[in-house]
């Protein structure tokens, strides 16, 4: 194993440390936690989100004025402990209340529900939004259902710019309900992700091998193969998207290529050239398109696709500027 660190059991807090550091003057870390908020919060409805660390730039790198106002970071891809979520949602209820947006994990709805509940007990109101975009596989590794993915960004994205503008607790559980049924992901992985206090590799691709629909724990996919060219990786990952949405001609999405922590942008940038030439020769209309690296799975080589179809004034909040280190 190579990795710039000191001692495996500290990558967490050193990390925390290091992010707050490099970014004190929008970011603060709440006391005796491995919480991090934002600094200036406005009188509205608080997101709070989180989960295991090891997919950064998510979630801390989305904090700020039109997206997260706290992000609650566990171990490396170990869902973060009800206290420690608990103490997010006190450090940023303005009153208004607090939408907790939760990836389909296991151990993150148990934890993110546990902590509703103590938050509740002191009277402060919670509604949730949980998150299960990838299409891939149903019910695989810590997962009832399909896992929460890259797509959660977008997520963050709608209901932080409908929240600054007011939005109450309600009206943003529901929202964010119907961006969640709009929300598809999959993704390709061309080698496994090591988690440093176990030394080794989650899994193993052959040279020559990748593997459809990994999941950012390093899950297992749906198949493996032979590396193929990037246009040919593009038509499997559009054509399970095709199916997955049964969409129109004409019909409007948002696009994300998020890097999963090894490919560089240059191959990001290929793969979104073929995937886009594949939704023109469907007649799909891309209104909006992110390229990079948004939510990660340690050093794995490899991206998945997003697709967002595009309802109500949802492009506008996209594209609104927002205050964060990562977006």
């Keep these: ?57 998510a979630h801390a790198g989305f904090l700020g004025s039109g997206m997260l106002q706290a992000a ?23 009153g208004q209340g607090v939408v907790m947006v939760v990836k389909n994990y296991s151990g993150d709805i148990m934890n ?9 007990m ?8 949980v998150v299960d975009d990838d299409i891939a596989v149903e019910d695989s590794t810590y997962t009832q259902g399909r896992r929460g993915v890259a797509g959660t960004i977008l997520v963050h994205k709608i209901l932080g710019a409908a929240a600054r503008k007011g939005a109450t607790v309600e009206e943003l559980v529901a929202l964010g309900e119907k961006v969640v049924k709009n929300l598809k992901t999959i993704g390709v992985a061309l080698t496994g992700a090591t988690v440093p206090e176990v030394g080794k590799a989650g899994f193993v691709l052959a040279d020559d091998e990748i593997e459809f629909g990994v999941g950012i724990h390093g899950e297992p996919g749906y198949k493996r193969e032979k590396i193929k060219p990037s246009k040919e990786m593009a ?11 049964q969409w129109s001609k004409g019909e409007q999405f948002a696009i994300l290529i ?10 990001q940038y290929i793969f979104y050239n073929d995937a886009l030439n594949l939704l023109n020769e469907e007649d799909i209309e891309v209104s909006f398109s992110k390229v990079g690296n948004y939510m990660t799975s340690l050093e794995m080589a490899g991206l998945s696709v997003t697709m967002l179809k595009i309802e109500d004034d949802w492009i506008k909040a996209l594209n609104e500027e927002v205050d964060t280190v990562a977006w």
């Design 112 to 120: 993110f529900d546990m902590a509703k509940d103590l938050a509740e």
């Design 1 to 57: 194993m190579k990795k710039i660190i000191n001692q495996a059991q500290n990558v967490v807090p050193e990390m925390v440390q290091g992010f707050v550091r490099a970014h004190h003057e929008k970011i603060q870390q709440v006391p005796e936690t491995f919480v991090l908020k934002q600094k200036e919060i406005a009188k509205q409805v608080a997101l709070i989100s989180g989960g295991g660390s090891g997919h950064e730039p």
């Design 235 to 245: 038509e499997e990952l559009v054509s399970k998207l095709k199916d997955a949405f």
């Design 72 to 94: 609650v970071c566990g171990q490396v891809f170990t869902s973060p402990t009800p206290d420690q979520i608990f103490e997010g949602i006190k450090a940023v209820d303005q």
């Design 258 to 267: 998020n890097g999963l922590g090894g490919t560089p942008l240059m191959e």
């Design 122 to 129: 002191e009277d402060i109101k919670v509604g949730t939004v």
